[in-house]
């Protein structure tokens, strides 16, 4: 039977859609903004440290005050707001495709997460419109996030990441499923694609990881509007618990950030290399342990916390014992392209220069894994130049490899290349101009989250220095940009643009809604690849051809994360002083609050009450499509 | 045999994993609870790490009345096996019974919750707040968490039989029952961690 379904057209549809595809788009063009958002600040981070004072003396751009706003909201909106959900809108965009599978498992939660982790985001940026910044650092160590110690923007902090935290939750089980129970026909484990692996152990990682930061930011919460003790050291409480938490939430984030950087790395340099990935049963077995490992290594964020040489020798170990899956990870990559005809595109550009700059930074992991060593690096520019050789050199070199050769598939256009090389060589000179010299920064002494410092300590030269290759990435990030908009009347993309071996390169491009109009039946290990090389153009049909079942659009995962934020401001500043007596007692009273809860709880209701019986696209449309 | 009978004959023994819907939203749940221990994981090692943090306020032994607290464990854990029956019940395709048996769990449920609230009740009277110290503040937690586990649970499960009342049992209603059992068997776990770690434990001191 065929339910006529309400179709959106325009706003509408963005905003009711449960389609992953589009899903996908959603999460980069938010993603996208709050990562130039986060650009701009760092900009400013790296204006204000270009010159240590102004001529009168006095800090010569930003405050120290501004600067540590400015500092907490660069690291907490590109971890948070802007490295994730890229990351989702991959795993949006491409996960389906190579499994063979015509949606995800959970199209409306899916919808939801998107939503939860835009209005956390757009929340959390709210604070620059009420002077209340956060300005404690992405890590907000207690009792600097207490209410002894900072204001209003340590709950924009907390009740933020919390709300953004659901969507991230939701979206990690909602590709577990997928995985598990939605493959098409001969999709066996061990022939997913490595970007799908490395998709399915992310988000086993988010799925334990996630709740116990939850739990931390309900604490902060708990300490600052309602007066409990969890991190008040005058009433008994443990600011080191803080620290504990968040690790173990923080240290499993990154490897949340850089396994799907590893995976997508892993579908690029084979392509381009025309040679199968070298090793793939190792780099799915090194992919699962350190998705393991990731949870054993956190206290190495607090060698100089105190723990005692025991603690830090074992966590220092076990720090280092994640080098070697890593190391089998490197290896495979280089003997994948060794001797393969490669073509250098602007994707594998990219995806090759990702593998000597992540070794670098991976270098400094392991030198920081020592505690004596860390002892002096700790807190310092050192730190700073680390981590930004994984998360820039690693994880953004690779989701830009990413962008450029999965492009062609989301939008069915093509960037230009010429453009695409010109923003290769600008950010890629330009990060290691900004951020090799940090090293030496942080071993000629230079602290880390400083607005400013003395000048003729020998710093003043390495700062200029970086700053310069700072503007030349914002120059790459500009070119992208404008890549992206040329490309809107650019050459429409083939379905097939790079030769590629996955699935996802078998339907056209962009991929029509219902993705695959008979479910493929799969071979082996790059199934399409497999069936080229047989003469084939098309996947063996593993079904005949019959109407497809498709979920309805809704809104209700709009209202229910609106519900959340209206909520989040509800208990903010439930002990707020307003001008006006009726604000007063709405916010006073959790008025507001409550009717935020009630919102969500309403469409929650709502969405248990009223079956969606979805609709079916019918053979003839289907044939009619071609 | 009336419409509704025959409409239950068609069902598959497991109506629960007949569609791939139905084995999502299963698999899905199984993965959520997994997440809730990493939750419910972080409270309890709070509760460890703060339990001795007193301060003026009384301690667990002076406070806790085990009686109470073992019928209420006997209440919760009875529901566990109610929500089995209703399972069972919805196996065998019986609608009435399954439905009895899921008003059943939820009104112990509701016992289980009239018990806790007078429990905390109480121990504000002794002088037993959420912000005493940080003893009192991860106690709240640890077990608030739960009663709000508990609360949801059986708004959750009331919604349901309403729900099964309206529309019968279908595979799109079974699914929800198995995962709200689920549920429920979850909370009772949490609840005799529970036990043992808050009251069995702050007893001896
Ligand atoms: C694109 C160019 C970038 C530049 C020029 C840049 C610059 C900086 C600088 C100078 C700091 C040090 C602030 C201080 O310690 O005083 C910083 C901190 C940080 N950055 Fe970046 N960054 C960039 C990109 C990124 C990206 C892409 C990420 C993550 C995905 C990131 C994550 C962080 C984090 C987590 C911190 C620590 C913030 C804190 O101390 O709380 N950065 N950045
Ligand atoms: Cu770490």
Redesign the pocket.
């Known amino acids: 039977m065929a339910h006529s379904v309400k179709k959106y057209r325009g706003l509408m549809d963005w905003i009711t859609t449960v389609d992953h595809k589009k899903i996908g788009i959603l999460y980069f063009a938010a993603g996208g903004l709050f990562?130039v958002i986060?650009?701009i600040e760092?900009?400013l981070?790296?204006l204000q440290?270009m010159f240590p004072l102004g001529a009168d003396g006095e800090s010569w751009l930003l405050s120290g005050q501004t600067?540590n706003e400015i500092?907490?909201m660069?690291?907490?909106t590109?971890?948070f707001l802007?490295?994730m959900p890229l990351i989702f809108g991959l795993m949006n965009a491409v996960v389906p495709l190579q499994i063979g599978a015509r949606d995800v498992a959970f199209p409306f939660l899916n919808s939801l997460g998107f939503w939860t982790f835009f209005f956390g985001g757009v929340l959390l940026n709210i604070s620059w419109f009420t002077g209340t910044v956060p300005d404690i650092?992405?890590?907000a160590y207690a009792p600097l996030s207490g209410t002894e110690f900072s204001g209003t923007g340590s709950d924009y902090y907390a009740i933020g990441l919390q709300i953004a935290g659901i969507g991230t939750l939701v979206g990690g089980i909602n590709f577990l499923v997928t995985i598990i129970n939605m493959r098409a026909p001969g999709m066996t484990f061990m022939r997913m694609p490595l970007f799908t692996w490395t998709s399915f152990i992310t988000s086993g990682i988010i799925l334990f990881a996630f709740p116990a930061l939850a739990v931390g930011l309900i604490y902060i919460s708990f300490d600052r509007l309602f007066d409990a003790n969890f991190f008040v050291t005058a009433t008994g409480g443990n600011s080191v618990l803080w620290e504990h938490i968040f690790w173990i939430f923080g240290h499993p984030e990154v490897y949340i950030?850089i396994l799907p950087a590893f995976g997508a790395i892993s579908e690029v340099l084979p392509t381009f290399a025309r040679k199968r990935l070298f090793g793939y049963s190792s780099m799915v077995f090194a992919t699962a342990l350190i998705g393991f490992l990731s949870f054993m290594v956190w206290a190495h964020h607090m060698f100089t916390t105190g723990m005692g040489d025991i603690a830090n020798a074992l966590f220092g170990v076990a720090t280092m014992l994640i080098a070697i899956p890593t190391g089998i990870k490197v290896f495979n990559w280089l003997f994948t392209i060794w001797g393969g005809k490669i073509r250098f595109t602007t994707a594998m550009l990219y995806a090759t220069s990702f593998i000597p700059t992540f070794v670098m930074g991976g270098v400094t992991g392991v030198m920081l894994a020592i505690p004596p060593a860390d002892f002096q690096f700790h807190d310092s520019?050192f730190v700073?130049a680390h981590?930004?050789y994984v998360?820039?050199g690693g994880?953004?070199l690779s989701l830009l490899a990413a962008v450029f050769y999965w492009w062609p598939k989301m939008f069915g256009r093509m960037l230009n290349e010429t453009l695409g090389k010109w923003s290769f060589w600008l950010f890629f000179s330009g990060?290691h101009l900004?951020f090799f010299i940090q090293h030496f920064l942080g071993l000629w002494g230079m602290p880390?989250?400083?607005?400013t410092y003395l000048p003729n300590q020998g710093w003043d030269t390495a700062n200029f220095v970086?700053t310069i290759g700072?503007f030349f990435?914002a120059a790459g990030v500009i070119v992208i940009l404008i890549n992206v908009i040329i490309s809107i009347k650019g050459p429409k993309a083939p379905a097939d643009p790079w030769d590629g071996r996955t699935l996802e390169w078998s339907i056209p491009s962009p991929s029509p809604e219902y993705n695959f109009k008979q479910l493929p039946l799969v071979r082996g290990l790059d199934a399409f690849w497999l069936e080229k090389m047989d003469g084939k153009k098309e996947m063996t049909p593993a079904e005949p051809l019959g109407p497809i079942h498709m979920p309805s659009p809704s809104i209700l995962p709009f209202f229910m994360s609106l519900g959340l934020f209206i909520a989040g401001f509800g208990f903010m500043y439930r002990g707020y002083e307003f001008d006006s007596a009726l604000i007063n007692s709405l916010f006073g009273n959790d008025i507001i609050a409550i009717l935020g809860l009630a919102i969500t709880f309403v469409c929650m209701f709502l969405r248990s009450v009223y079956d969606d019986h979805g609709y079916h696209i019918e053979v003839e449309e289907l044939q009619k499509e071609g | 045999m009336s419409h509704a009978e025959a409409h239950l004959d068609k069902l598959p023994p497991e109506p629960e994993k007949a569609t791939l819907e139905g084995r999502n939203k299963v698999l899905g749940f199984w993965l959520f609870l997994g997440g809730e221990t990493v939750l419910f994981g972080t409270l309890f090692a709070t509760f460890l790490a703060l339990r001795g943090s007193v301060l003026d306020g009384p301690t667990g032994t002076e406070l806790f009345d085990l009686k109470l607290v073992a019928a209420a464990t006997f209440i919760l854990l009875t529901s566990s096996l109610t929500s089995v029956f209703a399972v069972q019940a919805m196996h065998h395709k019986n609608v009435k019974n399954l439905m009895i048996w899921l008003g059943v769990t939820v009104l112990l449920g509701f016992g289980f919750l009239v018990l806790e609230i007078y429990e905390f009740y109480h121990y504000v009277h002794e002088g037993h707040g959420f912000t005493t110290s940080a003893f009192s503040s991860s106690f709240y937690a640890l077990v608030g968490f739960h009663g709000a586990h508990v609360a949801l649970g059986v708004l959750w499960i009331g919604l349901l039989i309403i729900q099964l009342k309206v529309k019968g049992l279908n595979t799109t209603t079974a699914p929800k029952v198995y995962v709200a059992s689920l549920y429920w068997h979850f909370i009772d776990v949490v609840w005799v961690f529970i036990f043992t770690i808050v009251y069995l434990m702050g007893k001896v001191g």
């Open positions: 990562f986060g650009g760092a900009l981070i790296r440290l600067y500092m907490t660069h690291g907490t590109m971890i802007a490295a650092g992405w890590t950030l520019y700073v981590f930004h998360i820039v994880i953004v990060f900004t880390r989250r400083v607005f970086s700072a990435m």
